[in-house]
């Protein structure tokens, strides 16, 4: 075979996992455009305020400050809520203007001395101090809405809801590329797929902007210090001991990476911990009655769909140097139709994120969209490749190779701005 032929060959081969997964985009474009309907307002009448417990995890993010304001503007019978910065941070002039805050605002402020577990061993480690019924997190860049409280805890009523998660909106979407790119995953992934999951009870806890029983996390074993992904393996504990999870388009302002770098590896690690959690919990999900089959699909979707990423990359690599190598002749109107073919086969990704925009009012977007796809997102293949790989085969493996650590906590644009003053 010539060169030629075995990059056709090895693309034609890459192409059968990617129009699978294109198949997939399109089923849940197709059930997204219906199922988001569903999720109506839940009944006010007759409400009972369970007492709150507001956790704020930082990590040298003095922009918890700007959080914390928001929170306690937060509508909410005062004597039931219990505010909480759980402050991780190394930088000691951070960590004092936290404590010095705290202090003035009645706040119970933690820091541990050490970052054994990172977040989820912060959150562990909190969890003597915890009062209230419910537990909200927020991260640190979050600015929750005022009537945020009172929404978040309707749900909880029923006593079989372990977890409400809210809706994510974004402060600074239109910053660069890098961070409109961020800022569609998301989108994607809060109009598509979780409203799809409170249909069938497979919503995850998204490590902020949401709330969780406390006696939910008591019974599923507490916080994973171990998992890098604790919000997604906490959900599927919760789920597995009967638990309903709900979602909410309740929207909560927050930021995206901003660059390139700090996209990048929060989705490494993102692709890494949640292909962690399925290989950790593959038995509980499929050789017990914990969960159905539609259960057991979307748990499977939501933790191991970046293994596509790898293929996405040769594929893409395939094309571009089996095109360089023949005789590209890309104008032939035989050339195109063949294309164009392959381009809808592989375009399920480009349609759900158009139906995204569309429900946000915001096709006009779409070329951004397209722009990043073809830039951000290749690079991005190629980075959850390696965390993908990592996952599967070098667990005992540190995910960033100049780190002593695999959680890498990511920057947040709003410190700069608190820096400043």
Known sequence: MTPEQITLAIYNLALIPVVFFSVVFLVLSFLGLFTDKKIGTINKKNRKYPSVTVQIPSFN?????????????????????????????????????????????NILYIHRMHREGYKPGALRDAMPYVTGEIIVIFDADFIPKKRFLEEITLPFKNPKIGIVQARQGFLNADYN????????????????????????????????GGAIRKKAIEDAGGWNANSITEDSDLSIKILAKGY????????????????????????????????????????????????????????????????IAPIILIMTLAGLSGWFMGDPQLFELSQLFEFSINFFYTAGFLIMAGITLYKHKSLKEFPKLLLATFSVSIILAFANSVAAYKAIFMKNKELYPSKKNSWICTPKQGNANYLKK
């Open 61 to 105: 993010d003095l922009v918890a400050i700007r959080c914390a304001k928001a929170c306690m503007a937060m509508r909410y019978p005062k004597n039931k809520v219990q505010y909480m910065i759980v402050d991780d941070s190394t930088d000691k002039k951070i960590a004092l203007e936290l404590k010095k805050f705290s202090k003035r605002n």
């Open 177 to 208: 590329l890098v961070s409109k790119f961020a800022s569609y995953l998301l989108m994607i992934h809060h109009t598509i797929l979780m409203p799809i999951n409170h249909r069938i009870n497979t919503v995850f806890f998204c490590g902020t």
């Open 244 to 307: 309903k999870n709900v979602y909410m388009k309740l929207e909560t302002p927050s930021e995206v990476p901003i660059t390139l770098e700090g996209f990048l590896k929060q989705q490494m690690r993102w692709t890494y911990g949640n292909i962690r959690v399925f290989i950790d919990h593959f038995k509980k999900i499929f050789f017990t009655r914990k969960f159905n089959i539609k259960q057991k699909l979307m748990i499977s979707y939501m933790t191991m769909g970046p293994t």
